[in-house]
């Protein structure tokens, strides 16, 4: 049987917590989501439905910025993880990496779901996000040479991360939407774990 690392101990501890943090029901153990606000809002968290699930109608405009900002940087987290998936050589970075991919996936879809598509908050639930002021980092990651794209990617990664903890810190204490602020809650506290994890990796 495999030893695990201490590094994929606490990412597994790291995607556990995040699930627990949410409803019983929204999701398993080991890939945490948006957690339903009932039993009926459940189902395809990341389908048409969940956006109604949500209650579009009663998120204020700042809570549709924030979900919109989220998906932007979710998508920039996979563009950067994809772009180094297959160079990186460190065992235990790939791990929290693909941790990172499927729980970002995971968020995404259900993020995405929860948009509002027509009425108040639509055209800012349109609005790309698609820079994020790393675009210079995503080309240190594509021209790094392979003996650096290990360390490259822990660097790009521990700033994209923490950026998403300091937004979704500072939306705990503005946004109007109770499940919209537990999911900022809970991306702060898995993305500071993430950052963490990324500046501790030898």
Do not use: K, Y
């Amino acid at each position: 049987m495999p030893r695990r690392t201490p590094l994929a101990s606490l990412v597994a501890a790291l995607l556990l917590t995040g699930a627990c943090a949410g409803s019983p029901t929204s999701s398993p153990p080991t890939l945490p989501r948006p957690a339903p606000a009932s039993p009926a809002g459940s189902a395809a968290a990341g389908s048409a439905g969940a956006g109604s699930a949500v209650g579009a109608d009663a998120m204020s405009g700042i809570d549709v910025v924030f979900l919109s900002t989220m998906v932007g940087h979710s998508e920039r987290t996979l563009q950067i993880v994809g772009l180094a998936r297959d160079r990186v050589r460190d065992e235990t970075l790939r791990t929290l990496a693909a941790a990172i991919e499927a729980t970002e996936a995971d968020e995404l879809a259900a993020m995405r779901g929860w948009l509002p598509t027509t009425g108040p908050g639509a055209s800012a639930a349109a609005h790309h996000h698609d820079g994020h002021g790393d675009d210079a980092a995503l080309d240190r990651l594509r021209t790094a040479p392979d003996a650096d794209v290990d360390r490259v990617l822990r660097e790009v990664l521990a700033d994209h991360q923490r950026a998403a903890a300091d937004l979704s810190r500072s939306h705990v204490g503005v946004g109007r939407n109770e499940r919209v602020r537990d999911l900022a809650r809970r991306i702060e506290q898995s993305r500071t774990a993430e950052v963490e994890l990324l500046r501790g990796t030898p």
